[in-house]
């Protein structure tokens, strides 16, 4: 009985981290490689991997195809399709992605993949894997943070982000006014496999306890305290790990003091060109981290067969191989193959530490894990967010309009109960229709609205930004994730406010962190991308292209952001 | 106890109880009247493609051979040498525990040799077999290397103890500290000590961990009921087992996870000696130095080779599966084997000699003579051991 406890309970969470997932739902963006068109009477074979680890293997495996293996007189090809780790595990579990291995980021998803596929199958998805590479979860800050924190002399860890976090003079009370204040950083536990391995670290530092976490222990008030706490500095969420360095290399610590990535991708963001305004450091949480170790292994189904299997030994014993392996490490992954030692640029010059994690925290049961998602979604910091909507004569084209309607409604069921929401569209004029009302109220008639909206009219892009914006600036609530999300289907016809002067008015100067920020949609054939895009990319927010086939799950990745 | 509590045998307690017996008897006798070994086949006089061991489409005969993965590296490279004298035999090689291996032949796997961890398990399969075919399973047995029981440290947390470890018992005070590292040696960034042991019921390294623990708690050179159903152990078990902090089915793959993760993962494990000195040098690349000490009581694993006498055997494969053995028996084989770490089975190969991992990697703990050799655990006491371990450990 509790082992079928325990697996309702790991369905419940495969169900929460997968089904959740949106187009980009892990790490970085999906872009898969799997259209390469294998050569004829090739023997091919596909792998679905953790999108972390893109660069490298997409080399490695242009290298594998190029010697053409032979198994059965055929060639081996490998196709390759990068995703977050928790989708591609659903995909291949529902037969929707034929891959004959997979690689996802962390072995949890392996565990959690077997114990769904043991309860539907009686059989594991994944019998035997084995790492290809491995990086540690690690907190990056900008090295003269670090240093006024004490680093490298003293050992930092979460408590130490907790008084950060909590002091409202922020960098002041380190003797740094200029910096502002703390400007914390991960993704959405519920999405990603580093924010979850963040809040059960929180979880571990607020209980005190480097293994045995409970039930009890995630919801003690002490924990609870010691999470929201932290929380309470985070910029925003999202759903990929990669996105977070990328912005933060890009933002500089005005935008991020700190935030939860992989080691591999410190180094990453240390040799980035251009450079970055201050070298990034690898703080290795003194309570203890998590290891994210890349598991790949041959899929249990019945379109892997003798020769695919074959084909698929040879692959993953050429990923080991030497050449391989000391090119992941120039990537910045440790390298799974042990005669492959560790060395540069694992190394202080690239601001990690090849001795380091010193400890590691235990991964508790599913129970406590659910548990721990519950808190937090309590516990994070809150989101008001203002959802703009073009509807335009335009929107009325090729059903724009009805499957925006869909995916807007699926984005307000989305939030918190402790978000805000402020709706708007425009078409000649933008107009609102609420204005920031608690999820608790306004979600259903919010909804409601969202499914009645009709289009007509010009488009007065520029001008609904604007009034959005300010709309927001106007809110003197400081404790919250602010954000402005804007649909539209086509360029600005009418507004009196130019483009220079929303871009003006949008830029939040040196000190981004506590920005408003401006996701933007690209909406249909005829959107205006580059000018969305440089609205998105001046609050350091996120550009999507969307169409109908996957508005919904647009919105949903955008929903991991709050 | 009353008598509805106490542990029942499992199927795999079962499994493991009537061989080991047997298999001590087998290898002692192994170790005292080891005959030499067959010659090396003639010399390499063709060289294997670097890289991808993909399978050869021209090989006339194919065998395939289940191996414990503590041989893993002696294994493959056997395999890359023997394709060299031996080009139109294919060799494929399937890492499997040593129970894994008993039950993928009994499920009709066509596997043509059976290389396990130890001969503990060959009984049982035997009986097994022979239910099934109605005969021997076993064309000709040999025993291929031997190796003793280690506990092995990373260098720098080993010398922080302020009490080295030399038993199980030490071990279960050492993980049972509350306050970790920072009550053992001041290093509260360090955690709790973790030390890890293979699963007893899935890997034949786990079951020799725990036979030799339960020794070594009652200080017997002979285990009975009375030991094994002892309340005091029962309770001793149940605490070192929650501090205990990985198991593994496979050796081989423990030792792996703790050269790739370092001391973050474990601060020690319980292994074969081979096992560890295959992967000294690997963590000086890694994490710094491994120092290795020998639990008292120790206990002795043969990795015996099983030619297999199946319906699924052609003649050809016999002969193959035959010469491939005799490859791993020849001194070139066998001399590497020592290089892996293990004590060949071959007396003739010495390893007090230049070169010997014995003599070069002494200053990491390593050494010939070993310390009191325990006699063999009769099947009900093995079978209740491995309940009781079920029992404690809930897994």
Known sequence: MKTFIVLVVIAIIVGILWTRTGPTPDEAQPTPTSTQAAPPDALTIRIAYGSEKQAWLEAATTQFNARKVQVAGKA??????????????????????????????????????????????????????????????????????????????????????????????????????????????????????????????????????????????????AVVAFVTGIERAVVHYGSSTGFFAKRMTAGGPGYLSAAVLYENLVIEANTATPKPSFPMVAIYPKEG????????????????????????????????????????????????????????????????????????????????????????????????????????????????????????????????????????????????????????????????????????????????????????????????????????????????????????AIDPGPESGGAIRVFTIAYGKDAAGDVLKRISETTQAKAYKGSTGDIRLVFRDIATFF | MPDDTAPKATFLGKVVILLILAGCGFLAWKLLFAKPQPAAPTAPTTSTTPGLPAPRSGAAVRISVAYGTEKDRWMKWAVEEFAKVEPNTQVDLLGKGSLEGAQALLAGEQLNIWAPASSLYSANFTADWQVKFSKAPFARSETLALTPMVFVWWTERFQALKQPPQSFRDVAKLVAEPTGWAGLAGKPEWGFLKFGHAHPNQSNSGLMALVLMTHDYHQARTLGMAQVMDAGFQTWLTTFEKGVAGLSGSTGTQMKEMVLKGPSAFDGLCVYESVAIDYLRNAQGRWGDLHITYPSPNAWSDNPAYLIDAPWSSTEQRAAAGRFIDFLLSPTSQRKALEHGFRPGDPAVPIKEPGSPFIELAKYGLRIDLPQVVETPSGEVISNLLAGWQRAVGR
């Open chain 1, 289 to 504: 981290t998590f290891w994210s170790d890349h598991p790949t292994g041959i899929v249990e189904r019945p379109w892997v067969g003798a020769n695919e299997r074959l084909a698929c030994e040879a692959y993953v014993r050429f990923l080991l191989e030497r050449p391989q392996q000391e090119s992941a490490l120039r990537f910045g992954f440790r390298p799974a193959a042990v005669d492959v030692a560790v060395g540069a640029p694992i190394d202080s010059a690239h601001g990690v530490d090849a001795k380091e994690p010193s400890t590691t925290l235990e991964t508790p049961p599913a129970e406590v894990i659910s548990a721990a998602m519950t808190m937090w979604r309590s516990a994070k910091k809150p989101a008001h967010v203002a959802l703009v909507l073009d509807i335009s004569g335009s929107m009325e084209e090729d059903g724009k309009i009805a499957a925006a309607r869909d995916g807007a409604a699926e984005f307000i069921g989305l939030l918190a109960d402790g978000d805000r929401l402020s709706l708007m569209t425009f078409n000649s004029t933008p107009q609102w229709l609420g204005q920031n009302q608690l999820l608790t109220a306004i979600r259903t008639p919010g909804q409601a609205q969202m499914r009645s909206l009709i289009a007509g009219g010009k488009t007065a892009l520029y001008d609904a930004v604007s009034a959005a914006v300010a709309a927001m600036k106007a809110d003197p609530d400081q404790d919250s994730i602010k954000a402005v999300i804007v649909l539209s289907d086509g360029a600005d016809t009418t507004s009196s406010t130019s483009l220079e002067q929303v871009l003006t």
């Open chain 1, 76 to 221: 081996i090809y490998v196709q390759t399709v990068a995703k977050g780790s928790g989708e591609l595990v659903e995909d291949v579990l529902a037969g929707r992605e034929q891959a004959h291995l997979i690689s996802p980021a962390s072995a949890a998803f392996i565990t959690l993949a077997n114990a769904q596929s043991r309860a539907a199958t009686g059989k594991d998805l994944v019998s035997k894997s084995e790492s290809v590479v491995l990086s540690p979860v690690v907190i990056a800050m900008w090295q003269p943070m670090a240093e006024a924190l004490g680093w490298p002399q003293t050992r930092l860890g979460w408590a130490d982000i907790l008084t950060l976090a909590k002091d409202p003079q922020g960098w002041a009370s380190k003797g740094q006014p200029q910096w502002g204040r703390f400007r914390f950083g991960h993704t959405h536990p519920e999405f990603s496999n580093s924010g979850l391995q963040t809040l059960l670290a929180e979880a571990y530092a607020g209980a005190g306890k480097r293994t045995g976490l409970t039930v009890e222990d995630v919801q003690q008030p």
